[in-house]
T-cell receptor
Framework: ELKVEQNPLFLSMQEGKNYTIYCNYS?????LYWYRQDPGKSLESLFV?????AVKQEGRLMASLDTKARLSTLHITAAVHDLSATYFC???????????FGTGTRLQVFP | DGGITQSPKYLFRKEGQNVTLSCEQN?????MYWYRQDPGQGLRLIYY???????QKGDIAEGYSVSREKKESFPLTVTSAQKNPTAFYLC????????????FGQGTRLTVV
């Protein structure tokens, strides 16, 4: 059974600071996705990581994938309030299209 | 416009009733998904379908049923056997098999009254 775990579950950080969210998964996969969810809203796709060593960046967010360690990271650089949201990673079980989500990390950025 | 449409946005159900949530996509995607989200929680997979006329159970399929008679439609029925159906339900679709991301509808908030 595929399990996807994120940590931390909750992150409160000051504007301008850096931090990293971690996503671990339990089975072989080379497809990992990051999503953002604002309160009461649906999910918005942020990054698609499809191979070992993949790195994607958009603004203050950078995602990476290490398939050997079964680990992905989402790094936040110089946080701003607009980044406050819940971030989910999701893993696609190889060959099945079964898409399993992590527990989510709720990020709050304060002045 | 291309996208995924879920309806209704809000739904109220009396205990013991079955209700059906609609999900339609015009993205020509093969794979479709249903997830349940409880307040402050993550997404749990109910059912998914890779092709028409085929679907697989996810992690919490008990009390739910689906059909996939058309490529663009993947309705979810919440049956009376689902003991705690109050939740936010999200439908998604993807090309499938290609490593592209899934796109989500706006969700249906179901409340049992």
């Amino acid at each position: 059974e595929l399990k996807v775990e994120q940590n931390p579950l909750f992150l409160s950080m000051q504007e301008g600071k850096n931090y990293t969210i971690y996503c671990n998964y339990s089975t072989t996969s080379d497809r990992l996705y990051w999503y953002r969810q604002d309160p009461g809203k649906s999910l918005e796709s942020l990054f698609v990581l499809l191979s070992n060593g993949a790195v994607k960046q958009e603004g203050r967010l950078m995602a990476s994938l290490d398939t050997k360690a079964r680990l992905s990271t989402l790094h936040i650089t110089a946080a701003v309030h607009d980044l406050s949201a819940t971030y989910f990673c999701a893993v696609d079980m190889s060959g099945t299209d079964k898409l399993i989500f992590g527990t989510g990390t709720r990020l709050q950025v304060f002045p | 416009d291309g996208g995924i449409t879920q309806s209704p946005k809000y739904l109220f159900r009396k205990e013991g009733q079955n209700v059906t949530l609609s999900c339609e996509q015009n993205l020509n995607h093969d794979a479709m998904y249903w997830y349940r989200q409880d307040p402050g929680q993550g997404l749990r997979l109910i059912y998914y379908s890779q092709i028409v006329n085929d679907f697989q159970k996810g992690d919490i399929a008990e009390g739910y049923s689906v059909s996939r008679e058309k490529k663009e439609s993947f309705p979810l029925t919440v049956t009376s056997a689902q003991k705690n159906p109050t939740a936010f339900y999200l439908c998604a679709s993807s090309i499938g098999g290609s490593g592209t991301e899934a796109f989500f509808g706006q969700g249906t908030r179901l409340t049992v009254v």
